[in-house]
């Protein structure tokens, strides 16, 4: 006997305000029905659980208490001021930028010139144009099989970067995508990006998630990434999600390598109180290259979630993922990740690590590496590791005359060094570890 599980008031919630703003909502008659699939879609899975395997370390059912309105315009007020404020360190990269404010695209923030190779327009206006391919590629993330994360973001997205780069062109200088939260009131923003590399080109593309000065700290962000390398391409893939420790963090890249392709993401979190950062990697061509690492912060109750799939459908392809957590107070650091090697797969290489810095006795780091493979010529391996400072080390540093928190300080940037290597823009890699200091320089002693 099926026994029918009764809505929380966030599900409640969700499918009330889909139904007060869908006539809201940017899209064609094509789109308008692709959400109204999706939120059916969402309204039989609920939020996923602790008995859906995927989630059994982040059960959204019980985390996510409220709801809150969609943002579906955006009237607030922000200067460029307010904006290098919120960026911090990233406010000073060379680089073309394409500004969102509550899920909505400011030209008057973003750079209009034209940069050669490079095409960039925002989702809403592919939305308004009645492009059915459009709708068609909302209904294949959406389906009643889905994630029910995928299904919510196709229900409320607003807007997003539609990005397209030449076949054969390299990009001087990386395309930031900022997405920033304001206002005084706390909103639930949905956003989508789609990035598309042409076959021998070469870009980076930065994804920067942030909350400017007296914006709401409970804000809720559902961000989906589709991204497609083509043959040949090289793409790095930088995203940055801090927040103010209250907010809530879902996001989904779904990344498709064609042959010889080269793909390169990281992703750094901190400041979330819950966050779950979801990777779905496939390979379309043989040859491809995939690299993925990250960086997440974790202090107070906040929980960080780090859930990924690679697929190898073709052979003589490789893989690589690091990912290193700092944990403190009572934060939770979670990993799932999944390495599929497919039967016609030969030659595959994949290799996996996970590691967590345990800066207090009540974290809690979950960590669950999967290999499923079904070929026979393949060199694969996966490993975990958590640990608490090298008590010997922090003596060392404070036996030479560093003070402890500074020794603490200096102990864990090192240990999330080797993360935060992984991203090759100088630039970049200076602003996630200034950022990540900053971080470091409060934990306690």
């Known amino acids: 006997m099926n026994v029918a599980i009764p809505k929380t008031k966030a599900e409640q919630s969700l499918s009330e305000a889909f139904e007060a703003n869908a006539a809201k909502l940017p899209g064609s008659a094509a789109v308008q029905a692709a959400r109204a699939t999706a939120i059916g879609a969402f309204n039989k899975l609920g939020l996923p659980h602790r008995r ?77 144009a009645a492009q059915d391919k459009v709708a068609e590629g909302l209904m294949r993330t959406s389906g009643p099989e889905g994630d029910a994360t995928i299904a ?107 042959r010889d392709a080269t793909y390169r993401g990281f992703q750094y979190t901190s400041g979330q109180a819950l966050a779950r950062n979801q990777i779905n990697a496939v390979y379309a061509g043989v040859g491809g290259k995939l690299d993925l690492s990250g960086a997440y912060l974790v202090r107070g109750t906040e929980h960080v979630d780090t859930t990924l799939v690679i697929d190898h459908a073709v052979p003589q392809c490789e893989s690589r993922e690091l990912f290193k957590g700092v944990l403190d107070d009572r934060g939770r650091g979670v990993f799932q990740g999944k390495i599929i090697v497919r039967p016609d797969a030969q030659k595959t290489d994949g290799k996996q690590m996970a590691q967590a810095l345990m800066l207090s006795p009540d974290a809690e780091f979950d960590s669950k590496p999967e290999l499923e493979i079904y070929a026979d010529d393949v060199v694969c391996g996966h490993g975990t590791t958590s640990a608490e400072l090298d008590a010997d080390l922090l003596f060392y540093c404070m036996s030479r005359g560093i003070p402890e928190n500074e020794a603490r300080a200096l102990l864990i940037e090192s240990f999330i060094g080797e993360a935060l290597d992984k991203v090759e823009h100088d630039g970049l890699r200076e602003a996630l570890s200034r950022s990540a200091n900053a971080w470091l320089s409060a934990a306690k002693g």
């Open 152 to 258: 919510l973001n196709t229900a409320f997205m607003t807007d997003g970067a539609i990005v397209r780069v030449a076949d054969g062109a390299t990009l001087a200088k990386p395309l930031l995508m900022v997405f920033a939260t304001a206002g005084a009131a706390a909103q639930l923003t949905s956003v989508r990006n789609i990035i598309a590399t042409g076959d021998g080109s070469a870009a980076t593309v930065i994804e920067a998630h942030v909350v400017l000065d007296g914006a709401a700290a409970s804000g809720q962000t559902n961000a989906l990434t589709e991204l497609t390398v083509g043959q040949s391409a090289t793409l790095a893939h930088v995203k940055i999600a801090a927040g103010s420790g209250k907010s809530v963090h879902l996001a989904n890249w779904n990344v498709s390598l064609g």
């Open 52 to 128: 859906v395997e995927e989630w059994k370390y982040t059960d959204l059912r019980v985390n996510l208490k409220d709801a809150l309105p969609p943002a579906v315009s955006d009237a607030a007020l922000v200067t460029a001021a307010d904006l290098a404020g919120a960026l911090g360190g990233l406010a000073g990269l060379d680089a073309t930028r394409i500004v969102f404010v509550n899920g909505s695209f400011r030209a008057e923030l973003s750079d209009g010139a034209a940069i050669r190779g490079l095409e960039v327009q925002p989702l809403s206006r592919a939305l308004t």
